[in-house]
């Protein structure tokens, strides 16, 4: 596929030892995660236009952050999260800004939320996101590789609920997790001696034998054992895990999860290089994509807190110019309509008072007519009083005031507006009358009825009617 031009709101990036880099899209089409050979062939693909993210995720090694077990009074994660800000020189001797923080559920006892706290030192963050800026990229969600191989497991293996011991084997190092009921509860990182990689495995094999032991003997359970990563690696340690269970007498649940697909990435050509030796890196990848293209992870987000709260000062001012840009747009329209509308019906009672005024003199029923044609004038005269009455409500109407009904009415002293609205103050209601007293056509606004009516959430707002007669200038 020459010359693609790929675009995704998603993208999740992993940088193996040797230098290649691991890319996966949120694309239905994309084929799992492309291999690039290294940051600049990635660097020059995303300069000349061949591949654009709205949002980038990269993981941080495990063995770059200080993990600590929390519990608090929250009700979830988010509140959690926040709580957490004020305990972080608790749980390390550093200052808050010195370090940056994300969090994941270990479930709830006796009305607290157990945490997994996840703590980065900056100073290492921006030496870690160094060979990313390289490539262009400014990543919009950070986490620790082990939420995001955990994620990747959980969400493609068919397990029942319970506990497994999820194993991504690579070829210089192993990754041990031990998951809880869904919720990860440790993550270690082993690496493997090249110079005798089978021996390496092996005594891994070992470890995750012991390491089930435990798990039984603390919790009483029986964890299954779960698989992934390079293929060489993990025939081997599932064969010694086989055979030492059965030397033993045990019976051990061993199953084999697939690892994303890849596919290397030359150039323009999505369908050359090297992709051998990279499963670890990939599933990281994929996991990650996971993580921040789904669903919102903010708590555990591991990028700085007044990053992201730039990040969405940013998105709520280019939604709040949005709505402004497509509410302007919509009284623009609106008044056109209803403009184009009077003109046409207005040529077509100039149209019919023409062709009968020759006869107007001679018929005796072509005087009743014209009479009605000058109804039917006067009627279309006011046609636009409701766009002019639309487009002074977006103008003078207050922020806090939103309506829900609109409603015009003929009366004995002209057209009647009736309102049914919203504020978030009984004050702001009763205020409207002044903030619009500039208006043209609706001045004169009168409150009938206001009642404060309480949401939820424990807010309240202010629902009010009022009306006011529109005097057709």
């Known amino acids: 596929m020459k010359g693609m031009k790929i675009k995704t709101s998603w993208a999740s990036v992993s940088m193996a030892d040797d230098g290649r880099v691991l890319v996966c899209l949120r694309r239905e089409d994309a084929p799992g995660c492309l291999c690039f050979p290294s940051v600049d062939s990635l660097r020059q693909t995303i300069e000349a236009g061949l591949l654009a993210a709205g949002g980038w995720a990269l993981a941080v090694p495990r063995d770059l952050c200080i993990v600590k077990n929390l519990s608090l009074p929250a009700e979830g994660m988010s509140e959690a999260a926040t709580m957490v800000e004020f305990e972080i020189t608790s749980l390390v001797p550093l200052s808050l800004e010195q370090v940056t923080y994300g969090c994941t559920s270990l479930g709830s006892s006796e009305r607290l939320l157990n945490l997994l706290v996840w703590i980065l030192k900056r100073d290492t963050l921006e030496n870690h996101l160094q060979p990313y800026r390289t490539a262009g990229i400014e990543p919009k969600g950070i986490a620790p590789d082990a939420v995001a191989v955990h994620h990747w497991l959980t969400s493609s293996a068919s397990q029942k609920a319970g506990s497994t011991i999820c194993v991504l084997a690579g070829r210089s190092r192993i990754m041990v997790l031990t998951d809880v ?154 008044w056109a309509c209803l403009a184009a509308t009077n003109w046409r019906l207005a040529r077509k009672a100039d149209l019919i008072e023409s062709e009968i005024a020759p006869i107007r003199q001679i018929a005796g029923t072509v005087d009743s007519k014209y009479q009605c044609v000058k109804a039917i004038q006067r009627q279309l005269a006011g046609r636009d009083l409701f766009g002019r009455i639309i487009q002074e409500l977006y103008e003078y109407t207050p922020e806090p005031i939103s309506f829900c009904e609109l409603r015009l009415s003929h009366g004995q002293t002209g057209v009647i507006l009736d309102l049914r609205g919203q504020a978030d103050m009984l004050s702001t209601a009763f205020e409207y009358t002044e903030a619009v007293r500039q208006a043209q056509w609706i001045r004169g606004i009168q409150i009938v009825n206001a009642q404060q009516i309480p949401q939820p959430s424990g807010d309240s707002v202010v629902d009010f009617k009022a009306n006011c007669a529109i005097q057709d200038k």
């Open 181 to 334: 009921e869904g919720e990860l509860h440790d993550a270690r990182i082993h690496s493997l001696a090249q110079e005798d990689a089978e021996s390496s495995l092996d005594g891994m094999a070992l470890e995750i034998l012991r390491l089930r032991q435990a798990h039984v003997s603390e919790r009483q359970t029986e964890p299954a054992i779960l698989l992934t990563g390079e293929e060489t690696s993990v025939t081997r340690i599932q064969e010694q895990l086989q055979r030492t269970a059965q030397a033993g007498g045990l019976e051990v649940t061993v199953g084999v999860a697939a690892s994303p697909p890849i596919v290397g990435w030359s150039g323009r050509n999505q369908e050359a290089g090297n992709i051998e030796g990279i499963r670890y890196e990939a599933t990281v990848a994929a996991g990650l994509l996971g993580l921040f293209s789904v669903s919102k992870r903010q708590p555990l987000n591991l990028l700085p807190r007044e990053r992201m709260r730039r990040q969405q000062r940013r998105a709520v001012m280019l939604q709040h110019f949005q709505q402004v840009g497509t509410g302007g747009l919509l009284v623009l329209l609106a």
